[in-house]
């Protein structure tokens, strides 16, 4: 049984069981093994959610990560809302949705975890901003893959090497979030193309941009 049919038979489920509210759920699969995210709001609903997703076909394990909040009406909006960004940040492949937790009181949002890039933590704001019923967005998430200017110019350095006239190739790094632009002097194509891929490798840059210069040197 596929991870998408065991996820679409645990949601009925949920749907099926009258102690549940599954538009507050949101259900991960992936190997059989079985994720619940969200809120619900009591010890009961969390304890019938489990036991049902259990019960399906096809779960080999599970891990119950629900929140147990008490709602009133406001408080089952919140949730609905909850389950929709946390849906959202999963259908994207380029958000590691499970690092990042997700709270949200009053249709504000709050983002909480660490990701690798700064793009992945500006993304996970911008699919949040754009699930209806969110009011504002307050961006929690850390980054734990800076990128070194240091670091990026020993790459550059090293990927030179002796093919480079020593003193001649004048570069410069500089760094934005994960972004970096290489600017100066180099003393020809090759060695643009050369210190370009070379900080392109460094630990966590994201994007490249050049602003080299190639000026022969004079023989």
């Known amino acids: 049984m596929s991870d998408l049919s065991v996820e679409r038979s645990i949601m009925q489920a949920l749907a099926d069981n009258p102690r549940v509210h ?16 969200g809120s619900v709001g009591s010890p009961v609903q969390r304890v019938e959610a489990a036991r049902t997703a259990r019960a399906v076909p096809g779960v080999d394990a599970l891990d119950d990560q629900l929140r147990v909040r008490l709602m009133g009406v406001d408080g089952r909006a919140d949730a609905d ?30 983002l909480r975890g660490m990701v690798a890039l700064y793009a992945q933590r500006d993304r996970a704001e911008r699919i949040a901003m754009a699930v209806p019923g969110v009011a504002a967005v307050d961006n929690h998430v850390r980054v734990w893959l800076t990128v070194s200017a240091d670091d990026v110019a020993e790459h550059v350095t090293n990927a030179l090497g002796v093919d480079a ?5 004048q570069i410069t790094v500089t760094v934005v979030d994960n972004d970096v632009t290489l600017a100066g002097i180099v003393t020809s194509p090759e060695h643009r193309t050369t210190a370009l891929a070379a900080a392109a490798r460094a630990p966590g840059v994201e994007h490249v941009n050049d602003a080299l210069t190639v000026r022969s040197h004079p023989s």
Do not use: F, S, W, Y
Request: aromatic residues 0%; glycine residues 8%.
């Open 22 to 37: 599954p538009d507050e759920i949101v259900v991960q699969v992936h190997d059989g093994a079985v994720v619940l995210r």
């Open 81 to 110: 809302t909850e389950a929709a960004v946390l849906d959202a940040l999963i259908a994207d492949p380029e958000v590691p949705a499970n690092d990042i937790g997700v709270e949200v009181r009053d249709g504000n949002v709050t």
């Open 165 to 169: 006239i020593v003193g001649a190739d």
